[in-house]
């Protein structure tokens, strides 16, 4: 994990307007179970595009982990809604799947 986080992290310090580098950061961290970290750089990617719909599935999945049962609830009815205003079917659905699972 540590080279691509790395490289991650590089490539953020070079473009800080990419929004999938934090949520590719968060995935890492998230993987190496530092929850916190995930969802710190989770909600970085959503203050560049409130409309990521994974970011807003992967932070309501690690608020699930982490027994945040009420949050990850919030996270994805906020992405499920974004999605579906975006016309964006495909993660509304799985939104709406994580949503039902929660």
Known sequence: MADR???LLRLHADDP???DLPYMIGL???????????????????EVDP????????KARVLSEEGEEDEAVAAARAGL?????DGNAKAAGELRELLESL
């Open 28 to 46: 890492e961290h998230a993987k190496a179970g530092a929850n916190a970290e995930a969802l710190a750089w989770l909600d970085k990617a959503l």
């Open 81 to 85: 809604e974004r999605a579906e205003a």
């Open 51 to 58: 409309s990521h719909h994974y970011a807003w599935f992967q």
């Open 17 to 19: 307007a990419d929004r």
């Open 5 to 7: 986080l790395d490289t």
